[in-house]
């Protein structure tokens, strides 16, 4: 048997070359689409053999369900830590919704491939992994509402506001925005979008008090 600290050095060593895989899948289906991508050229851009992609995936299509998962789990991840930081620090429930729309334009910029291909995902129907596209997406927008929730009970929100719509709007919102920026104004800074978002999310959100 493996000694544990041997089966940890195997964990993280698998856990590169997925994270290899995953970048070069996103990159090419990015750039040629999904049906056009073939495990030979994901293996190619990540730099190990095809049979390497098979022993982490069962198919290209399975990559890119875990792809899907791991990249929204990604970004939640970042929304639930800027929102527990906010109230650590004392912030109001307001400061953790302009927080969270920060730590998506944050990951939006660093993973920009990644976010055209969640949206356009979003708008498809007939794709084996919708079910699990479904999944992660309320994960994401779970964190929101959540937010949203504990300022309705404490009094900082209306009770009138319609939280699940609320929340799906906030984050389709830094969604539609950042690939905005990221296709048609990319001269503009990630401060300078926050900004105009931040505006609009005090003028909305805390106005509805």
């Known amino acids: 048997m493996e000694s544990s600290s041997a ?4 964990s993280t060593r698998r856990e590169a070359t ?27 851009r990540a730099g190990v053999a095809k ?61 920009p491939a990644f976010t055209q291909l969640y949206v356009a995902e979003l708008w498809r129907t007939n794709r084996a992994w919708q079910s699990t596209l479904m999944v992660v997406r309320q994960q994401a927008v779970a964190v929101v509402e959540d937010v949203l929730r504990d300022g309705v009970a404490g009094g900082e929100f209306s009770d009138e506001i319609d939280v699940p719509l609320t929340a799906a709007a906030l984050v389709g919102m830094v969604l539609v925005a950042a690939l905005d920026w990221k ?3 990319p001269e503009r800074s990630l401060d300078d979008v926050h900004a105009a978002l931040s505006r609009l999310l005090q003028g909305r959100v805390s106005g509805c008090r």
């Open 51 to 111: 049979g390497t992609v098979y022993y982490n995936f069962a198919s290209k299509s399975v990559l890119f369900e875990e792809l899907l998962r791991h990249g929204v789990g990604l970004l939640t991840a970042s929304l639930r830590e800027a929102a527990e930081r906010t109230a650590r620090e004392g912030g109001t429930k307001v400061d953790a919704l302009d927080a969270m729309i920060r730590a998506g334009l944050v990951f939006i910029d660093r993973y």
């Open 18 to 44: 997925r994270q290899k895989l995953y970048e070069a899948a996103v990159t090419l289906i990015a750039e040629q689409g999904f049906s056009a991508t073939t495990v030979d050229e994901i293996a190619e």
């Open 183 to 185: 296709s048609f104004q």
């Open 7 to 10: 089966a940890s050095g195997g």
